[in-house]
C-alpha cells in the first residue's frame, strides 16, 4: 500500500507561471518531508524540506506547504522556467523510526512549455 | 571527483545469474543508503548504514538481496539468482548521516535481467 501518493504522473505548465506539484502522505507519524528533483540519467538531486513545526518553507523560487491536518504537502515553484523541466519526487521520513531511508512517491514529470 | 559515483551505469544480465552493484560515496560521509526505482514507480529504500553500526536491512525484498560496506567507505549491493522483476535502477546516496542531512544520490546503476 503506498505510503507516499503524488496523482499527477505528468504536469504542464507556461513558462512564468506558478507550477503547483502535490503529495499526499498516509501516516500521520512523519514528521519531515522533502522535494527531490530528478533529471533524466541523473541521481535525484536535494530540493526543499520542511519539519511537521512549520506549515511553510521558502527558497528563492520555491516554496513547500505542508498541511498535517490533509496530510498533504505541496511544491509551489514561481515563476516557472525550461530549467524547471525534471521529475519531482516528494519523500517523507519519520524522524524517530532508528532508519533514516526516505519513502518516495513515484513522481509528477514537470514540463515548463515556452 | 567531489559527488556519488556508482558502476556500473548499465548492466544486462541473464535470469538465475548473480550481479554486484558498486557505490563509492562522498568522501567523509558516515551514512549509506541503497534505492531502487523499478519502472513507473518511486524510489524505495533498499538498506542503510551508518558508521560502523549494523545495517538497517529492512528495505531488502527478499533474502537474495545483499549489501556491505568495507572500512566505511565503498558498498557493494549484491544479488543472486536474479529474477526478470529485479530489473530497475538502482540508486546509492550518502549523507553526513542523521535525519536532517541531506542525502546526495549518485546516477544509479541501469539493471535489466533477460
Known amino acids: 500500500d503506498q505510503q507516499v501518493k503524488q496523482n499527477s504522473p505528468s504536469l504542464s505548465v507556461q513558462e512564468g507561471r506558478i507550477s503547483i506539484l502535490n503529495c499526499d502522505y498516509t501516516n500521520s507519524m512523519f514528521d519531515y518531508f522533502l522535494w527531490y528533483k530528478k533529471y533524466p540519467a541523473e541521481g535525484p538531486t536535494f530540493l526543499i524540506s520542511i519539519s511537521s513545526i512549520k506549515d511553510k518553507n521558502e527558497d528563492g523560487r520555491f516554496t513547500v506547504f505542508l498541511n498535517k491536518s490533509a496530510k498533504h504537502l505541496s511544491l509551489h515553484i514561481v515563476p516557472s522556467q525550461p530549467g524547471d523541466s525534471a521529475v519531482y519526487f516528494c519523500?517523507?521520513?519519520?524522524?524517530?523510526?532508528?532508519?533514516?531511508?526516505?519513502?518516495f512517491g513515484k513522481g509528477t514529470h514537470l514540463i515548463i512549455q515556452p | 571527483g567531489a559527488g556519488v559515483s556508482q558502476s556500473p551505469s548499465n548492466k544486462v544480465t541473464e535470469k538465475g545469474k548473480d550481479v554486484e552493484l558498486r557505490c563509492d560515496p562522498i568522501?567523509?560521509?558516515?551514512?549509506l543508503y541503497w534505492y531502487r526505482q523499478s519502472l513507473g514507480q518511486g524510489l524505495e529504500f533498499l538498506i542503510y548504514?551508518?558508521?560502523?553500526?549494523?545495517?538497517?536491512k529492512s528495505g531488502l525484498p527478499s533474502d537474495r538481496f545483499s549489501a556491505e560496506r568495507t572500512g566505511g567507505s565503498v558498498s557493494t549491493l549484491t544479488i543472486q539468482r536474479t529474477q526478470q522483476e529485479d530489473s530497475a535502477v538502482y540508486l546509492c546516496a550518502s549523507s553526513l548521516g542523521g535525519v536532517y542531512n541531506e542525502q546526495f544520490f549518485g546516477p544509479g546503476t541501469r539493471l535489466t535481467v533477460l
Open positions: 548504514f551508518q558508521g560502523n553500526s549494523a545495517p538497517d
Open positions: 568522501s567523509g560521509h558516515t551514512a
Open positions: 519523500a517523507v521520513l519519520y524522524s524517530g523510526g532508528g532508519a533514516d531511508g526516505l519513502t
